[in-house]
């Protein structure tokens, strides 16, 4: 009964043409009036828990909850996402960004990437996360860029979170050359 409830959830939000999500964050952290009423970078984090709902798909899918067809329609949806995210202005500057908005776009890459099993993209992620942890981390574990915030504790254990879900998946995996 919870997993017909959650593919019925899943096909309402992204299979059925009349109600689903279009792939994109294009009006996430939208202010009216600035950039052309779009959103920002920044509003990629609004997708930040990516990796739990493509976990929760394979669970229906595996739970025999998602017909092929739909199993089918849900990674086009995710590609949709995942080519938004690596394309778009708004997925670069969320990918440029040094501070916890970089590390959640790589969360959000790097899911995408085991969901839709592409090893050479998640290569890629991880070898750009090995950049971004000597950027974001000082020697003795203070993260710079989080503390020069305004509420510096919760950006620290937000980014410690995005962190933490990557090395998830990094240890599922085959180290990286």
Not at 40 to 53: A, K, Q
């Amino acid at each position: 009964a919870f997993a017909m409830h959650g593919a019925a959830l899943l096909r309402r939000w992204f299979l059925a043409a009349a109600t689903r999500m279009n792939p994109h964050l294009r009006y996430a952290q939208v202010r009216l009036g600035w950039n052309g009423n779009l959103g920002t970078g920044s509003g990629i984090v609004e997708m930040r828990d990516l990796p739990l709902l493509l976990d929760g798909a394979r669970l229906l899918a595996e739970a025999g909850a998602l017909s092929r067809r739909e199993q089918a329609g849900f990674r086009a949806w995710v590609a949709a996402y995942g080519a938004w995210l690596r394309d778009d202005p708004q997925g670069v500057t969320a990918r440029l960004t040094p501070n916890n908005i970089g590390t959640f776009y790589d969360l959000q890459a790097a899911a995408i990437a085991v969901y839709l099993n592409d090893p050479g993209a998640l290569n890629d992620i991880f070898r750009r996360c090995r950049e971004r942890i000597q950027l974001q981390f000082d020697p003795d574990g203070s993260q710079p860029l989080e503390l020069e915030r305004r509420d510096a504790l919760h950006y620290c254990c937000f980014n410690l979170q995005a962190w933490s879900a990557l090395a998830d998946h990094a240890a599922r995996l085959a180290p990286v050359a």
